[in-house]
């Protein structure tokens, strides 16, 4: 058995001189003012185990992160149904892009870019007051990290309802097709506050732990989706996860993962480990500079790639 310690150890010292790289989401004020002098790890594994290295324990802006498990949410309120509203396919376009949903008369490509995950928020906030959507995200990672002190970080909520036109252009197209139900100021401002969740990589790797159990939390015995339905959550994340990263991560890394503009990435070893890594610089397709490395190492140091060591 590898000695996951000394991996991420390791890991951490040999880029410990690259810290820094990538630069900062700049286009959210708030993210904008964040430190890229940051880098942490951390892995647990399906049998309750945590290692850490580097700032696990910083908390920072999840961000697109929070597509997947907000998409966990809306598969366990319409199932398969879903599909009608949102595609499975990569979208080789930048995350915020308009132009392939006109071509696609307003149904998103995948849950992962910007458009299919405020379809996503629609879906879940059937029935709700946005509060209360809010609430029922924010319960769920709690109740999946089994950690009270996951927050919502309303200065980053708040720059990116000041600041996300894009994504109103893009709710309000969809609203045209008849792909959002509610009114957009709603659906976006929950959105934004599932954006704005704030957790560190130990609190990421925990919550995102029953994807790499089949479906349940194996550190509190709860059940959460279905085995098939957490290999196709993992299926989305391996093809759609890294906006059009995605190919390169699953060349380079091998591992269904989501990354987020705040500069974490999630990434799962199946039957193995969920992982968190953290560094705020991002790469030119923005996802983090120094994590993707990060991971690409762990994958080959641990052989968890999911296409052979």
């Known amino acids: 058995m590898v000695d996951l310690q000394a991996v991420l150890d390791s890991i951490y010292n040999e880029l410990t001189p690259r810290i820094g790289e990538g630069k900062v989401a700049d286009y959210i004020p708030e993210l904008a003012k964040i430190d890229p002098n940051q880098f942490g790890m951390a892995v647990v594994t399906v049998d309750g185990k945590v290692y850490r290295a580097g700032d696990a324990d910083v908390p920072f802006s999840i961000q697109s992160i929070s597509k997947v498990f907000m998409l966990t949410l809306a598969l366990g309120k319409v199932g398969e149904g879903l599909w009608k509203r949102v595609g499975r396919e990569p979208s080789g376009s930048a995350f915020n892009s308009i132009v392939q949903l006109e071509h696609e008369h307003g149904i998103p490509r995948n849950p992962f870019i910007n458009a299919g995950a405020i379809a996503v928020t629609d879906v879940v906030m059937a029935g709700h007051a946005p509060r209360e959507a809010i609430g ?4 769920f990672v709690r109740y999946l990290a089994d950690d009270e002190s996951v927050t919502i970080d309303e200065k980053v909520a708040r720059s990116e309802t000041q600041t996300g036109y894009r994504n109103f252009a893009l709710a309000n197209f969809m609203r045209a097709y008849k792909n959002i139900d509610h009114p957009v100021e709603h659906v976006l401002g929950v959105y934004f506050h599932q954006c704005a969740l704030s957790m560190s990589c130990e609190q990421l790797a925990r919550a995102g732990l029953f994807l790499a159990a089949r479906g349940s939390n194996p550190m509190t015995g709860h059940s959460v989706v279905s085995p098939k339905r957490a290999r196709r959550i993992n299926a989305l994340m391996l093809t759609c996860g890294h906006y059009d990263g995605s190919g390169d991560f699953a060349y380079h890394v091998g591992l269904p993962g989501k990354s987020g503009v705040g500069g974490g990435i999630f990434a799962v070893a199946p039957g193995v ?18 994590g993707a490395v990060a991971l690409e190492m762990l994958a080959a140091r641990t052989g968890w790639s999911v296409f052979g060591d």
């Open 273 to 290: 480990a969920s992982i968190a890594a953290w560094s705020p610089g991002l790469n030119k397709v923005g996802n983090s500079q120094l």
């Open 136 to 139: 029922e995200l924010l319960r």
